[in-house]
């Protein structure tokens, strides 16, 4: 018999569990002009076939028309929890999983035009967004899903069905003034999709990754003005991606912007409004170069890399005359209030001195322009080496008790025990709760090192993702990216990506209740739900968060009937 159910979009739902596993969700909120979304559980449990069987979803009601379907695929994920040897997982009881197995999490269009396919005994859960284009009237809608049998003889029976109701609020949510972002990788979509680099073609690549990006509330791009020093091997190369011509004529520098010209306006177009330059020394100490490419004289070749000492003449000498050169540019672009620059990635307290070193050589050339970086030392702070610091989430505490007039935060790899993150292990609930995290201490900027990581650990080779979660078997599966490359340049969503956009929301809505409650009060009010806020905790589960958001939904109806 075919069982159907709605339920969150915080449920992971896995193979050999059924629709009885979970609980059932009859309503959903929707602001004008918005979306929101659920899964349909598709499960049947009759004995009498061992094949597939593709059904014929059927959408009736008034919200059809603004209805999209997606299969949520399972990815092999090896490395589901890092590897300790204390086994430390095993004190964080709130993992949905931590033994390696096939892991819900890509979304994918329908197959067999728009058919849901089902195999014996096995769950499958569709994605179902509703989204209202603002001809949606304020009040209650209805969608009903019927499911019929093409192969049957009679095609019109009905197997199953399921109504959904959306109550559409009658508001709209503010602009995000959240920045957000997901360090982007040209390189990666270059070397999966085996484009040449900053062809028309990669450029199309990147504009689709960068729409679905922004889309999912991404507002801040990782460029690269240089190639970008990242998860890359002492001695070793990424793929060139350099925005930045440079040439060398009797010594002399020269440079051409054009090609960042176009990735800006490209971005732009897209709805990026924030530039993050790329790191200008080497992650994890800040002690030599990234690899920089220049025509000398006419040879086109690496300039600097591994072997230049960060803090020598002749980087430095480049370094001033290539950010002279490229912050008079920006500024005449408009881009002096929107554009940040990184010294480097992740230095930790032993990098303290060589960090100033570099940071002394840089400032005098990016002054009026913003300096943040991924760090987790408060000294940097505190001796004004990094103005707009981006502690990682375990060690806020530290940072929280500072005046710093742009609050940042990050996690990563880690800190995933007792603590929130984007594993594919954890309950959603855990990724989508960092939202009301920074609003509750007024957090500014959210960052992570992956919406497109495809290469291993240290990008020697190119790792396909749809065959592995762990980037080569190193992190914690779905750690690395957020979107997957689908067909002809095209990216495909996570479940993990919508988890994180529903945590950008909640902000959202919770600035929205601001012209109603103060935000002593909100806060009040979701800790009396979900405990104390902080970044040492965490939300775990979907009744709790569903609750919180609940509870935040009707203080806006209540004010705007």
Known sequence: MLELKFVSTLEKCFLDQTPADFASVERLRLYKKGTVACQLLVYDGDESYQIQKWLQPTLEGDLAPYVRLRNVELI??????????????AADPKLVRVTPGLYPDLLTPLLHKGKVGLTFQSLRAVWVDVVDD????????????????????????????????????????????????????????????????????HFEICRNFIKTAVANGMNMILTPILTPPLDTAVGGERTTTQLVGVTVTDGKYRFDFSLLDRWMAMCEACGIRYFEMAHLFTQWGAYHAPKVMATVDGEYRRIFGWETDAAGEEYVTFLREMLTALTAHLRAGGYADRVYFHISDEPSEAHLEQYKINAANVRPYIEGFKQLDALSHVEYYQQGLCPVPVPITDQMKNFLKEDIDERWVYYCCGPWLGTCNRYMSMPSARTRCIGVQMY??????????????????????????FLSANGGNWVG??????????????????????????????????????QFVPKEELVARMEAICGELNFDMFISDTATMTALRDMLDDIVIEHTK
Do not use: M
């Open 440 to 465: 509750k201490y007024g957090v500014k900027g959210f960052l992570h090192w992956g919406y497109n990581f495809y290469n291993d650990q240290f990008s020697d080779d190119v790792v396909n993702p």
């Open 477 to 514: 599966g779905g750690d690395t990216c957020l979107v997957y490359p689908g067909r002809k340049g095209q990216p495909l969503e996570s479940l993990r990506l919508k988890n994180l956009q529903e945590g950008l929301e909640d902000i959202r809505v919770l600035k929205l209740c601001e």
């Open 76 to 89: 092999p994920n090896y490395l589901p929890v890092p590897v300790t040897a204390d086994r430390a997982w």
């Open 134 to 201: 603002g001809s949606l009237s304020a009040g209650l809608h209805t969608l009903t899903v019927k499911f019929t049998d093409p192969e049957a003889e009679d095609k019109e029976a009905v197997l199953a069905q399921a109504v959904l109701t959306v109550e559409v609020i009658n508001a709209e949510l503010p602009a995000a003034d959240t920045i957000v972002t997901q360090w982007f990788y040209a390189d990666c979509l270059a070397d999966y999709y085996e484009v040449e680099v900053f062809s028309d073609r």
